[in-house]
């Protein structure tokens, strides 16, 4: 469990955190997990990202199109290259958000059951298995075959990769 705990807190607490930070958050939402997660580029999750197409520069265009035709939805034109880059605040510290418990949860329940080690696979299945949101919106966007992606990474977990 200690192991399990360290794959977390290395991934959310560090990487993911310095993500929100970078884009002004306040809290760590699953976008942020995401581009933590394509960030590492050692581990398994990676790797199929970027097979996927998914880099930090890919899944960042995805979000910024997201954003926008989100946006246009409600009825407001904007180009997120026109606005100005958010300024990082490194005294902020932000919180867990809920799509990040909400996704944890999905990468707990994943099989196979019992969980093993919360590493980075199993949470890009956590990822993966959210049907709603902002990820599952951008992944779409970027043209993504989303349950294709997390029928492989699933696979690679039941296989024991991690």
């Not at 993500?19 to 581009?35: M, Q, T």
């Not at 050692?42 to 790797?47: C, D």
């Not at 902002?134 to 977990?157: H, S």
């Amino acid at each position: 469990m200690a192991s399990d705990a360290k794959d977390v807190r290395a991934l959310l607490v560090r990487e993911a955190r310095t993500v929100a930070r970078r884009d002004g958050s306040r809290s760590i939402e699953a976008e942020h997990v995401l581009l933590a997660l394509a960030a590492t580029r050692t581990t398994s999750a990676a790797r199929m990202l970027a097979e996927a197409g998914l880099t930090e520069e890919t899944i960042r265009a995805a979000l910024d199109r997201e954003w926008e035709q989100s946006l246009a939805v409600a009825g407001i034109a904007v180009r997120i290259g026109l606005l100005p880059e958010a300024t990082p605040d490194e005294s902020r510290n932000p919180h867990i958000g809920d799509s990040t418990r909400l996704l944890l949860k999905r990468a707990m329940d994943a099989p196979p059951k019992p969980a093993g080690r919360l590493g980075p696979l199993r949470i890009l299945v956590g990822i993966l298995d959210t049907e709603r949101g902002r990820v599952a919106r951008a992944l779409q966007a970027a043209g993504v075959d989303r349950a294709a992606l997390r029928a492989r990474a699933a696979e690679a977990l039941a296989a024991g990769d991690h």
